[in-house]
């Protein structure tokens, strides 16, 4: 890619964090981790890696551990997104630092940019590296300032931006400053992580090196930034990507109020809104509102029924009539008619639900 995407960065290895079991988002992840979960029609991890390349970052490591082979299966050598992927697998859970640390031996720039594979960012990435390079830090971490702070680790920093403190998550935070899982290492400084073993980055590296006198800087912005950990989060960083108000290089076609895979079927008479992803091989049939949700392949939406802010697991049928808000339905789930399924339920995948067996109001 020429110099036109934007600012450009050299001599940086990319490491994507991908290991984790995401069980907030059970029982869609029974089936694949988290990062290749369908987001805004292809794989949320595709996003993540179009982002990188973008900025000409093109070594990438992905430190897997569950599930690691479907990784490794959709995007193999990483050619066809014009990056060079390798993968290390984690064969017990080393945690954020260790691993880092596991991935170590595969690196070969000095400079070494770290990414949680869950984070969904509108960051200038090659900001975050002027950073660490204009400050000739030993680490940099991406700062995100939010509304409401509270339920978030602080990261308070000087006035030339050097991290002061890392400080757990308190009722009154001193700072709107948290930690938004992206990082630049310098590469000696990395590789000190202890191998083997389990190591917090956010509760042992960084506070390590901070006490021994490493420069930690802090790049501070207030741009787009949603962890996708839970199901209304995740719902929510889909319809962003397809309604463009999150940034990526890999939408499907152009950011609108939905993104409709080819092999979809949308009836003329259903609406679809809200930054909806209707997946290969769906059907929604007439009259069938599906507002702000993602509905993954194969699955059918039958007439008359309204999903909203919900998830629809691959070949899962919602029946006539019925009502999904803020819901997660498995794999091969069966909801049948004129169910009404309310605020954070879940449906494992398989599992029949009979006409009108859960309703939450009065009137079936």
Not at 16 to 31: F, H, I
Not at 229 to 247: C, E, H, K, N, Y
Request: hydrophobic residues 40%.
């Amino acid at each position: 890619m020429s110099s036109s995407q934007g600012p450009q960065v050299s001599r940086v290895d990319a490491v994507v964090l991908v290991g984790g079991k995401g069980t907030r988002l059970r029982p869609l992840t029974l089936s694949a981790p988290k990062p290749m979960l369908p987001t805004a029609g292809v794989p949320f991890l595709t996003h993540l890696l179009s982002r990188i390349r973008a900025v000409g970052i093109t070594h990438v490591v992905l430190g897997t551990s569950y599930k690691a082979e479907v990784f490794s299966e959709y995007f193999g050598d990483g050619s066809r997104l014009g990056l060079e992927l390798e993968y290390v697998v984690e064969e017990e859970p080393l945690d954020t630092g260790g691993g880092i640390r596991n991935v170590g031996d595969r690196l070969r720039e000095d400079d070494v940019m770290v990414f949680n594979g869950d984070i969904l960012s509108g960051v200038d990435l090659a900001g975050v590296v002027g950073t660490h390079r204009d400050n000739n830090a030993d680490v940099t971490l991406h700062l995100v300032k939010v509304p409401d702070p509270r339920a978030f680790g602080c990261v308070p920093t000087d006035a030339e931006g050097r991290v002061t403190a890392f400080l757990e998550k308190t009722d009154n935070p001193p700072t709107d400053q948290i930690n938004a899982g992206c990082y630049v290492f310098r590469r000696e400084t990395l590789m000190t992580i202890p191998t083997g073993r389990r190591v917090s980055v956010e509760r042992e590296t960084f506070p390590g090196l901070l006490a021994s006198g490493h420069r930690l800087q802090g790049h501070v912005d207030t741009s787009y930034w949603l962890d996708l950990g839970t199901p209304g989060a995740f719902v929510q960083g889909s319809a962003d990507l397809v309604r463009g108000i999150a940034p990526s290089a890999a939408l499907p076609g152009a950011p609108g109020e939905a993104v409709i895979i080819d092999g979809a079927t949308v009836d003329p008479s259903a609406v679809v809104r809200g930054g909806s992803t209707i997946g290969a091989g769906c059907v929604v049939e007439a009259g069938a509102v599906v507002d702000g949700s993602v509905l993954f392949d194969g699955s059918v939406i039958r007439s008359g029924a309204t999903v909203s802010s919900s998830l629809v697991g691959a070949r899962a049928v919602v029946g006539t009539g019925t009502v999904l808000r803020d819901v997660v339905i498995g794999d091969d789930a069966v909801v049948g008619a004129h169910c009404e399924l309310l605020n954070g339920a879940r449906v494992w995948p398989g599992i029949h639900l009979p006409d009108t067996s859960v309703r939450f109001s009065t009137d079936a």
